[in-house]
């Protein structure tokens, strides 16, 4: 099954170098011509005049807009985090009761959150809510709750998955020695599935940060809306603006990915993992999937 | 339900659910098609175009979809004057197009290679071994297989880019949940039956898609 990518060709032989060789150059000479036409779009249209990057060179520029909105964005990710890691769980083990009166509505509030898209939880909650309360909601609560409902769906698949697969003796020999079934659930099964859940689990946490940029559609000040919106207004380098803080997002989710991945690479080494197709076949599609859930 | 009585405010309902189909059916074919190529790209015997399909997945499956959707209409139509159509809204709406299939197409991308790992390596040795060159390997022998494999992941990222289309909402393509906003904004007094029609659409369409899928991944599964 893991079949590395060179089992699909050859070793090289001469043929096969030279007309690699002629694909990479004429792909290469491609790839540069769009380059350099983006490069000459950009130059016509004035994006690489020293005026618009400089501001980087500055202090101000980041210690009032690009650092600020980024610790939004972290404060408003890690709040999302906290909370949507306990709805998960909350959910998971709720989906999983004997009683058909807390499964159900469990399984329906878990298939709701999922299928709404984020956006338009964060505008009722956001314009709608208000209403009912009688007063404002913060545009950070907003995203927050946002936020927790669907990633907090999301993970609540992924942890029953996880603790489905779970081998069934665990649970039996657990309440062999006498356990309740809230005794099993809380020592053996979910701190198991967790573990086994964690690759998923980090790379859902990903979707979240990337998703607190929805938090510009409704004026939150995090780093998009700060980074690229606020300062552009002051500088007119919406373009500079724009790639900078594309790379500070590519960085740091790219950091989080490599943590994905190693903590992958250790519960495997560790020889306790669940195979990846085990989490799939009788939960609802997106079970084995939610690595490649790609919210907004 | 007297909002929903209204005949504009069902008009606004019916065209914002439009927009949205009309968007996640022109990203997810034009994603479709990028994501498969770039796949191949990540297989392929040439170190460039394997760098290419890297970077493509990197750069875009790391980058919120919003900050995709505002560079499209900042940068590219506003700042570089790339005019995709006379009429303003069918310009935002390729725009937002451009945006979701180029974000979508790395998911795809991503979705197909797992789906090619997950096929036996015998199927690639034996086909080498009856001589067929690598771009005959992959599209009669692997990518088949590896298809029925990714039906489910491929479910889910189409599920996740139709509630993506709302995002296109940003450049002003006026598309459900603008229309969802516009209407909670104008009746206070019915805020929570606005949201359950909105949400309840949303639902009504994606989660028998999600079963859908699910069973087309089960009925097409290479029995292995």
């Keep these: 099954m893991s079949m590395t990518t060179t089992v699909l060709y050859d070793h090289p032989g001469p043929r096969a170098r030279v007309r690699n060789a002629v694909l990479s150059v004429v792909f290469g000479v491609g790839l540069a011509a769009l380059l350099w036409w983006v490069y000459a779009k950009f130059d016509q249209a004035g994006q690489w005049e020293g005026s618009l990057w400089k501001p980087f060179a500055e202090a101000p520029t980041w210690t009032q807009f690009i650092l600020p909105g980024l610790r939004q964005t972290l404060l408003a990710a890690a709040t999302g985090m906290v909370l949507s890691l306990a709805f998960g769980i909350l959910f998971a083990v709720g989906r999983l009761s004997d009683h058909r009166w807390v499964r159900i509505p469990a399984g329906v509030v878990v298939e709701f959150f999922r299928a709404v898209p984020l956006l338009l ?33 999301v993970l609540a698949e992924a942890f029953r998955a996880g603790i489905r697969s779970i081998p069934g003796g665990q649970g039996e020999a657990a309440y062999a020695v006498g356990m309740r079934k809230s005794q099993v659930m809380r020592l053996i099964l979910v701190p198991q599935a967790a573990r086994a859940m964690l690759p998923v689990i980090v790379s ?8 607190t940029a929805l938090g510009y559609i409704v004026a939150f000040p995090e780093l998009l809306q700060r980074g690229v919106n606020d300062l552009s207004a002051n500088r007119g380098n919406v373009v500079a603006a724009a790639i900078v803080v594309a790379a500070i997002y590519i960085l740091i989710n790219s950091l989080l990915t490599t943590l994905a991945n190693w903590l992958d690479r250790r519960t495997r080494r560790r020889g306790f993992r669940i195979p990846r197709q085990t989490a799939a076949p009788d939960s609802t599609p997106a079970g084995g999937a939610t690595v490649a859930e790609p919210q907004g | 339900m007297h909002v929903f009585a209204d005949p504009t405010n ?83 709406f390729w725009l937002g197009v451009i945006g979701l299939s180029v974000y979508t197409a790395a998911f795809v991308c991503e979705a197909v290679r797992s789906g090619v790992n997950t096929v036996p390596a015998g199927q690639a040795e034996a086909a080498r071994a009856i001589g067929l060159t690598f771009f005959q390997t992959l599209r009669i022998v692997i990518l088949p297989q590896a298809g029925r494999a990714v039906v489910a992941p491929l479910g889910s990222v189409l599920i996740a880019l139709c509630k993506n289309a709302t995002i296109v909402g940003t450049i002003g393509v006026i598309e459900a949940s603008s229309v969802m906003k516009q209407l909670i904004n104008d009746n206070g007094d019915a805020v929570i039956p606005i949201f359950l029609v909105f949400a309840g659409t949303f639902a009504a369409i994606l989660v028998p898609t999600g079963y859908f899928f699910g069973w087309l991944a089960n009925r097409l599964a290479v029995k292995r």
């Design chain 1, 204 to 211: 859902q946490l990903v979707v979240l940060l990337k998703d």
């Design chain 2, 10 to 92: 069902l008009d606004a309902y019916l065209s914002g659910f439009l927009w949205i189909l009309k968007l996640t059916g022109a990203s997810a074919v034009l994603a479709l098609v990028l994501g498969v190529f770039l796949a191949a790209f990540r297989v392929s015997p040439v170190p460039v175009l394997r760098g290419f399909g890297t970077a493509w997945v990197n750069i875009f499956r790391n980058t919120p979809l919003t900050l995709i959707i505002f560079f499209c209409y900042f940068g590219l139509y506003s700042t570089l004057g790339v005019n995709l159509s006379e009429d303003l809204d069918l310009n935002n």
């Design chain 1, 121 to 153: 939880m964060i505008f009722f909650i956001f314009y709608g809510v208000p209403f009912l309360i009688q007063g404002p909601v913060s545009a950070f609560w907003s995203v927050v709750v946002g936020l927790t409902l669907y990633n907090g769906s």
